[in-house]
């Protein structure tokens, strides 16, 4: 057997094992990136990436695997799905939660176990097995640990296209699924890049509460609400505040909105099935939970990452959102507003600002939340034209 055959055949192997592990497909690109270093930089110099200090800090060594681990020859990109449930109806409850003023609303990324665990766990194995048929002298595996344009290396691959979300997508798996990489030097056969199917679809852009997605494939990090909600450390924008309605943990409603993910698949991994506090919980459960309580109920899971006073100052702000939306009338609002005096005397300097802003909301005074459309399932796939070839970060 010559040696691609004999490359070509490892990687069969490795494509096997990967779903037996709950990968849904894994693929492999070379390092060239050079397209993608124009579009990053102007993301960089813009400050779109806000209080990320470590985007900058690494600069283009994002784009450049082969700088970041030198003798890197190929990247091997995997997907695992993590959608909990994968019905027909599994949109439109996600919109349902959102339309509910008393519910919270968390990520369905985040309602399992850790991503970054389970797939480092398995990309290891992954690793494993390459290393028992072979001697690479370039081994690592990587999720969302290290400088890596794991979409860009993704859809080189061909493992989906960039959305305009700047997500990646698919046509048979919507965009609902984690990557995870593995570096290597080893001369594997490379796959073809795919076409995009976005066409003249803007469903994502329009529906974004904060318009944070300010064109296609340029997302301003300071007004995207999973920035706000988990990287952002200090006070949130006054004026962003009513437009995270009841989102406490991320947001997926670019996500909901796109017409690719009525072929989302449910995952293969019981990690991350939703917890059961995740099914159906409330702004006014949650914020009944104490340090040790928020520290017992996230453990395993991301939510721990943001700590409990982030976690407190999300609450907050959808507390006060809650309170805009619900009648003067409404029994809850007592409730509410018990729960936040009650907090505010303890609460440091960011969670009481957060609390005294949710006092002073005016019941009643936003009576829908805050998306500029619905799209609950029912859409149509986009119509195809040209596809957009700016360079995306």
Same mark, same amino acid.
């Given at each position: 057997?010559?040696?691609?055959?004999?490359?070509?055949?490892?990687?069969?192997?490795?494509? #096997?094992? #990967?779903?037996?592990?709950?990968?849904?497909?894994?693929?492999?690109?070379?390092?060239?990136?050079?397209?993608?270093?124009?579009?990053?930089?102007?993301? =960089?110099?813009?400050?779109?990436?806000?209080?990320?200090?470590?985007?900058?800090?690494?600069?283009?060594?994002?784009?450049?695997?082969?700088?970041?681990?030198?003798?890197?020859?190929?990247?091997?990109?995997?997907?695992?799905?993590?959608?909990?449930?994968?019905?027909?109806?599994?949109?439109?409850?996600?919109?349902?939660?959102?339309?509910?003023?008393? #519910?919270?609303?968390?990520?369905?990324?985040?309602?399992?176990?850790?991503?970054?665990?389970?797939?480092?766990?398995?990309?290891?194995?992954?690793?494993?097995? @390459?290393?028992?048929?072979?001697?690479?002298?370039?081994?690592?595996?990587?999720?969302?640990?290290?400088?890596?344009?794991?979409?860009?290396?993704?859809?080189?691959?061909?493992?989906?296209?960039?959305?305009?979300?700047?997500?990646?997508?698919?046509?048979?798996?919507?965009?609902?699924?984690? =990557?995870?990489?593995?570096?290597?030097?080893?001369?594997?056969?490379?796959?073809?890049?795919?076409?995009?199917?976005?066409?003249?679809?803007?469903?994502?852009?329009?529906?974004?509460?904060?318009?944070?997605?300010?064109?296609?494939?340029?997302?301003?990090?300071?007004?995207?609400?999973?920035?706000?909600?988990?990287?952002?450390?200090?006070?949130?924008?006054?004026?962003?505040?009513?437009?995270?309605?009841?989102?406490?943990?991320?947001?997926?409603?670019?996500? =909901?909105?796109?017409? +690719?993910?009525?072929?989302?698949?449910?995952?293969?991994?019981?990690?991350?099935?939703?917890?059961?506090?995740?099914?159906?919980?409330?702004?006014?459960? =949650?914020?009944?939970?104490?340090?040790?309580?928020?520290?017992?109920?996230?453990?395993?899971?991301?939510?721990?990452? @943001?700590?409990?006073?982030? +976690?407190?100052?999300?609450?907050?702000? #959808?507390?006060?959102?809650?309170?805009?939306?619900?009648?003067?009338?409404?029994?809850?609002?007592?409730?509410?507003?018990?729960?936040?005096?009650?907090?505010?005397?303890?609460?440091?300097?960011?969670?009481?600002?957060? @609390?005294?802003?949710?006092?002073?909301?005016?019941?009643?005074?936003?009576?829908?939340?805050?998306?500029?459309?619905?799209?609950?399932?029912?859409?149509?796939?986009?119509?195809?034209?040209?596809?957009?070839?700016?360079?995306?970060?």
């Amino acid at each position: 057997m010559d040696d691609g055959g004999r490359w070509d055949e490892l990687l069969q192997t490795l494509r #096997a094992a #990967a779903v037996g592990l709950g990968f849904s497909q894994i693929t492999v690109s070379d390092v060239r990136l050079d397209a993608a270093e124009p579009g990053l930089q102007a993301w =960089l110099d813009a400050g779109w990436h806000g209080g990320m200090d470590y985007m900058a800090r690494h600069g283009m060594r994002r784009a450049r695997p082969s700088e970041l681990l030198p003798g890197t020859l190929r990247v091997i990109s995997a997907r695992m799905d993590y959608l909990p449930r994968a019905d027909a109806d599994w949109r439109a409850r996600e919109w349902g939660r959102l339309g509910d003023a008393q #519910a919270a609303a968390v990520s369905l990324y985040a309602r399992g176990r850790d991503y970054h665990k389970v797939l480092r766990a398995r990309l290891q194995r992954l690793a494993g097995l @390459i290393a028992a048929h072979a001697q690479p002298r370039v081994l690592r595996v990587f999720t969302d640990s290290a400088p890596v344009l794991e979409v860009e290396l993704a859809a080189r691959g061909g493992l989906g296209w960039r959305g305009k979300h700047t997500l990646l997508l698919r046509r048979d798996a919507g965009s609902m699924f984690f =990557l995870g990489e593995i570096f290597v030097d080893l001369p594997f056969p490379v796959d073809a890049p795919i076409s995009a199917h976005c066409g003249s679809c803007t469903r994502c852009i329009d529906v974004c509460p904060t318009r944070a997605i300010l064109a296609p494939y340029r997302l301003d990090a300071r007004r995207c609400i999973s920035y706000l909600t988990i990287e952002h450390a200090g006070p949130i924008d006054p004026a962003l505040r009513p437009l995270l309605g009841n989102r406490i943990y991320g947001c997926d409603d670019c996500q =909901l909105a796109c017409p +690719w993910n009525r072929y989302a698949r449910a995952s293969a991994v019981a990690d991350f099935a939703a917890r059961a506090e995740w099914d159906e919980p409330t702004l006014l459960q =949650l914020w009944s939970w104490d340090a040790d309580t928020f520290g017992r109920r996230t453990e395993g899971s991301p939510m721990r990452r @943001i700590g409990y006073q982030r +976690w407190r100052r999300n609450l907050a702000v #959808a507390l006060g959102n809650a309170r805009r939306r619900l009648p003067a009338t409404d029994r809850a609002q007592s409730a509410i507003d018990a729960g936040l005096r009650a907090a505010l005397g303890t609460a440091d300097a960011l969670v009481a600002e957060h @609390i005294d802003w949710a006092l002073r909301q005016e019941p009643g005074a936003a009576s829908q939340p805050p998306t500029s459309s619905r799209n609950n399932g029912s859409e149509t796939a986009p119509r195809m034209v040209d596809n957009d070839t700016t360079p995306a970060t």
